[in-house]
C-alpha cells in the first residue's frame, strides 16, 4: 500500500518537519509507520468526518493517527470507539501536533514520513478518496 501526496511549499515542509520532530522527542518510534494522518477535531467537519471513517476503515497499522484540538475526548471516544486505544492512535490533548497557523488545524493532513531527507504532506479536503489515495 502507497499513499500519493502533493509538493509542498516550505512552510508546509516545516510544519511535517515539526510535526515529525515532536512525535520523536516524545518518544513515537516511527520506523513502524509510512505516513502520520494529523486529524483537528474542529474545522472543515465534512473533511474530519471522512477523515474519521477513513480511521474507522483501516486495517494497516503503518499509518499513525494523531487527533488533536479535541474539544472532548469523551465525545472523540464515542464516535470511534475502541478503535482510539489502537497502538497506532495517539491522542494529543495538549495540542502540541496543532500548527501554529490556524488555516493549517482546519483540515486533517497527512504526512509521508517514509523519506527522512523529504517529509511532504498534503491537506485531506472534502471528496477526497482515501481508498483513490491509498491506491497509488
Known sequence: M???LCNCS???KEYAETVVTTLKKN???LTEYSHVVVIPNVGCGGCISEAEHFFRENKAQDILFVFTKIS???SLR????NMINQKNVLIDSECIY???KEEINVYPVIID???ENKYTWCFLDPGVSYETILTY
Open 78 to 81: 464515542l464516535r470511534l470507539g
Open 27 to 29: 518518544d513515537v518510534n
Open 10 to 12: 516550505t512552510e508546509e
Open 113 to 115: 514520513i517514509r523519506n
Open 72 to 74: 472532548s475526548e469523551k
Open 98 to 100: 496543532a500548527s501554529q
Open 2 to 4: 502507497s499513499i500519493i
